[in-house]
């Protein structure tokens, strides 16, 4: 992946959000930051541990630049409806408005159907850890090559933790991995997704699972669409597998994610149970 093409497109995700930090610092200023949520968040590593390899989350993801629009007919409460029928662990929830079509309502919308909720975004300061604590969102993501080091990422864990929420660290690559782990990481998110040519190669995950270590939580996110896939994933040492544009192309994306959940579980627990 050429490294230089890859980070242009994040310093225009980066971009997108100076706007929102702008008037999260505003509110501090003028002491209106909004209070954190006041009820139980559903645990979300604790929920996909529970649902046992590969756990699904299934994400309700409208656009992307990948591929354009992917769905706008069906709202949030509909795909979270859905998605619980058809047995997901989590959801993630794509918050991100430039490039996603998200909006941080959504993470209100979905909240009846009782998941755990990640909020999907391109996030970079402490404020809006403090926003996400606002929501009814469980965790939120945090993408280790859009921080500097170290240092930064650590500094929105210790946030994460002000407010019980967890934070899942997106990794591309070893380097990646070696920063997410100095932070004090938990929870490890590998994409599969090529920044630069916006394909995806499921051999990042193939290649990065033999660097887990015990007691982290490790997901295998995009390009995956198969039970084949899925049961892949959790043979390599994934405990649980996040898919989002594959079901929100399909007209019911719950029952298109539980045929593949359903599948992939009973093909994994048979392997299991014969070796």
């Known amino acids: 992946m050429s490294t230089d093409r890859a980070q242009s497109m994040l310093d225009r995700f980066?971009?997108?959000?100076?706007?929102?930090?702008?008037?999260?610092?505003?509110?501090?200023?003028?002491?209106?930051?909004?209070?954190?949520?006041?009820?139980?968040?559903?645990?979300?590593?604790?929920?996909?541990?529970?649902?046992?390899?590969?756990?699904?989350?299934?994400?309700?993801?409208?656009?992307?630049?990948?591929?354009?629009?992917?769905?706008?007919?069906?709202?949030?409460?509909?795909?979270?409806?859905?998605?619980?029928?058809?047995?997901?662990?989590?959801?993630?929830?794509?918050?991100?408005?430039?490039?996603?079509?998200?909006?941080?309502?959504?993470?209100?919308?979905?909240?009846?159907?009782?998941?755990?909720?990640?909020?999907?975004?391109?996030?970079?300061?402490?404020?809006?850890?403090?926003?996400?604590?606002?929501?009814?969102?469980?965790?939120?993501?945090?993408?280790?090559?859009?921080?500097?080091?170290?240092?930064?990422?650590?500094?929105?864990?210790?946030?994460?933790?002000?407010?019980?929420?967890?934070?899942?660290?997106?990794?591309f690559d070893e380097a990646d991995l070696v920063v997410a782990r100095e932070a004090g990481a938990e929870i490890i998110q590998v994409n599969n997704r090529d920044l630069d040519k916006l394909t995806t190669d499921l051999g990042t995950s193939r290649r990065l699972a033999r660097h887990k270590q015990a007691g982290e939580l490790w997901i295998s996110a995009s390009g995956l669409d198969t039970p084949e896939q899925l049961v892949e994933m959790a043979d390599l040492g994934f405990d649980a597998v996040l898919i989002g544009t594959s079901l929100m192309c399909q007209s019911d994306p719950g029952a298109a994610l539980g045929k593949l959940a359903n599948v992939a579980k009973t093909r994994h627990e048979k392997e299991s149970a014969t070796s």
Not at 116 to 123: G, N, S
Not at 134 to 141: E, F, G, I, V, Y
């Open 14 to 171: 980066r971009a997108a959000q100076q706007a929102g930090i702008a008037r999260l610092h505003k509110l501090a200023g003028d002491g209106q930051l909004p209070s954190p949520w006041p009820g139980l968040r559903p645990g979300f590593s604790e929920a996909l541990r529970r649902a046992g390899a590969p756990a699904v989350i299934a994400e309700y993801k409208r656009a992307s630049p990948s591929r354009g629009v992917i769905n706008l007919k069906l709202s949030p409460a509909d795909v979270a409806r859905m998605y619980a029928a058809g047995g997901a662990a989590a959801f993630s929830v794509l918050t991100e408005a430039a490039h996603f079509q998200g909006d941080l309502r959504f993470l209100s919308d979905m909240a009846f159907a009782g998941r755990p909720m990640l909020r999907k975004d391109f996030l970079l300061d402490p404020l809006q850890v403090v926003e996400t604590a606002a929501t009814r969102a469980s965790a939120l993501l945090l993408i280790m090559r859009m921080f500097k080091g170290a240092a930064e990422v650590r500094e929105m864990l210790d946030a994460c933790r002000q407010f019980g929420l967890e934070a899942v660290c997106e990794v």
